[in-house]
């Protein structure tokens, strides 16, 4: 029988923010695959846990794979674990998750902290849709093309960046988005964590410490303006009922063609007696 590949979240920087069933399956697996075992080995020092180690990064992973493969098949569990945060989440780890299904072995999350979620539940901006981009291009006209191909969004845009690049980041921003609502999450959840609130344009001229990790949130545009049609809601029912469609296929019809709900559409077309 193969073992389990977990997934495991570790925290983004306060080390109280484990799970106890994550502390258990860290415990209690065969091996743990680390994007940096000297940056994991101070988590699991921290909670007097001595299960062996092995490196999976970017740099060896296309090696290392078909290795921690084989001992899944074998019957080892293996727990996956990034620096920080959630494993795939911008970091090493899709290949042997792939791998693992491809070759039928159970692969089990273990969900914790995430930058993403921690830095949107405190950012204030829309949480009913939100769009994850990951860290944009580093050379500017590819990293204005990509907040181009995300201006039509109506969800709030979540990035990753270097501190280095932030400014840069802030002044594409305004000139490809606009006046958006802008926050910028640095050090979550760790002793220097902030959120700074604005503009791009006034956050960029802030004084902003550009050190340590950031999370940029946008708010999302304004909604496009509805398609203007020559006929009512009433005249649209009536015309396709007297093309011979059923009413209620037709009420479908108009509600699906101009973005309204049934009830609506009904309504209106009982208000115009078709």
Known sequence: MSGTLYVVATPIGNLEDITLRALRVLREAGLIACEDTRQTRKLLDHYGIRTPTLSYHEHNEAARTPELIEKLLEGTSIALVSDAGTPLISDPGYRLVAAAVQAGIRVEPVPGAAAITAALSASGLPTDAFHFAGFLPARPAQRRKALMRLKDEQATLVFYE???????????????????????????TKVHEEFLRGTAAGLRNMRVPLKGEFTVLVGRGAEPAPAAFETTVAEAVGELVRGGMPRMDAIKAVARERGLSKRDVYREAGRGGS
Do not use: C, K, T
């Not at 002044?171 to 979550?188: F, K, N, S, T, Y």
């Open 162 to 188: 270097a501190p280095h690049r932030i400014r840069e980041m802030l002044e594409d921003i305004e000139q490809v988005l606009g006046p958006r609502p802008v926050v910028l999450a640095r050090e979550v």
